[in-house]
């Protein structure tokens, strides 16, 4: 990675309980196994730089965000909730051009067509099959830019990571 690029972490929550009398979706948790996922997931993201992390209201992101523990305050946007792909392209516009590394945790189907979306041509062959067809949740992607956050169309995916 070049040391002046914007580095997009893209993230869908980790797995959640299916719900239950009186549990709505925005309240449902994760499961033990979305639990260890998340932390899974922090522990590769710890040390890449991480400065904004953005994630939508339903619990199951923040609990993903708060579990991943990058020691970098976490952005509720209500607009990310089922969001798509170009909802979150709106948000990352808003990035100040000072802030070079970005997580989102968020939701399917957005978060898998935003990543496909912007990887490009020099991305990495496997990192791209790997989620072509499938994101399940808990899937980590990482793309670098050398736009500014609201100029972001294409960027090389170096990165894809299903959680086990």
Known sequence: MSPKARTLYLMRHAEPVWGGPGVGDLQRPLTERG??????????????????????????TRETAQLAGLGTGITEIPVLYNSSASRIRTQLAAIPE???????????????????????????????????????PG?????????????????RLFLARIPG
């Not at 260890?36 to 400065?51: K, S, T």
């Not at 992607?141 to 972001?152: A, I, M, S």
């Open 139 to 155: 899937t980590l992607v990482g793309l670098e830019f050398n736009d500014l956050w609201p100029d972001l169309h294409s960027g």
């Open 98 to 136: 000072y802030v070079y590394g970005v997580l989102v945790v968020a939701h399917h189907p957005g978060i898998a067509e935003l990543a496909r979306y912007l990887a490009n041509g020099a991305s990495d062959a496997s990192a791209l099959a790997l989620i072509r067809h499938c994101f399940p």
């Open 35 to 60: 639990k260890r996922q998340a932390a899974a997931q922090g522990e590769l993201l710890r040390e890449r730089g991480i400065e904004r992390v953005l994630c939508s209201p339903a619990f199951r």
